[in-house]
């Protein structure tokens, strides 16, 4: 694999689906999962099978469905997680087990009430058992962020020594900044030993914001996995958003040298499934796939977009599976937008009717916010009906 080459693990079946209102039940997973394998997402974590009995059941189904990506199954660095993942995934063409335990103290302490040391055991014990299973295993530090750094460099180089293959370290509560993740990034494959017999991988949460931007700082640090969801949707404010990061690679490859296997005219189609599937809306203004996206109402932009699309879109809507950039007929735009969007209607207007008609139209947007198709087909009617006859047939006069 060349070395500027992003693997996508995508989790949107596991992260995502844990977060409030984003369950799915087994048929909606698989629905998403043949979508997510046509985007061409090198990974699928598809789900936490020891979580539920249709956790386990949806992960089976996929991992037998699915092919193409490898099939990834959560497992916490316990035997009967272990065991029910590799179970769930074994079907697959290429399974591979997530394993994870907290690392931080204050998770040790806190939530997990074990020392350093018994996490240690459990890292040797759980990896060393995954890879019983199959021989992709991947391990994840929980708050690796907030790790001790020398008690992290330990663990990791114990779990690459027990045979993980991809080293996952998230900023579990979306707290780095990027230039924080980079050094931290920086800081852990420079100092373990047998940092170059693994995978190194991110996964950001956005809770400031900041997911898709550290995803990025610590790819410069040296990651080849990312790990994100369709929408940035998870747990609290979410992952990083894959079709963000997909994108910025395509449109600013100058900057972000690294390239991925997605079909970026399939990043729109997944964003409506997922949606529809949960009922939960994309944010409007959401970059690359929000209703807003590829939208223009104000005239000077409409003016522009309409006279060269360059002037206002730094990439063609066609290229994320968006049919067209749409101008959005309001009280900010112009005239140039209206006669547009009337001949997108079929309808061809005089000099005299625009005017009449982008007054009524603007008239409108004062009292809704948008002017809809059937809005402008009524007001042209209602232009035309109170036009004196002299104006709509001026040729009849001298005939
Ligand atoms: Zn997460």
Redo the contacts with the bound molecule.
Sequence with gaps: MADNRLIIFD?TLR?GEQAPGFSMNTAEKLRLARQLQTLGVDVLEAGFPIASKDDAEAVRLIASEITGPVIAGLARCNRADIECAGESVQAAERARIHTFIATSDLHLERKLRISREDCLQAVIDNVTLARDYTDDVEFSAEDATRTDLDFLCCIVETAIERGATTVNL?D?VGYCTPDEIEQFFTDIIGRVPNADKAVFST?C?DDLGLAVANTLASVRAGCRQV?CTINGV??RAG?ASLEEIVMVTRVRGDRVPYTTQIQTTALFPTSQMLSDLTHEPVQANKAIVGRNAFAHEAGIHQDGVIKDRRTYEIMRPADVGVAQSTLVLGKHSGRHALKQRCEQIGVELSRLELDRVYREMIDLADRQKTVEDTDLSAIVERVRAQQAPSETRPTQQSA
């Design positions: 989790t992260d998230p579990t996964h949460h790990e998870g747990e992952n």
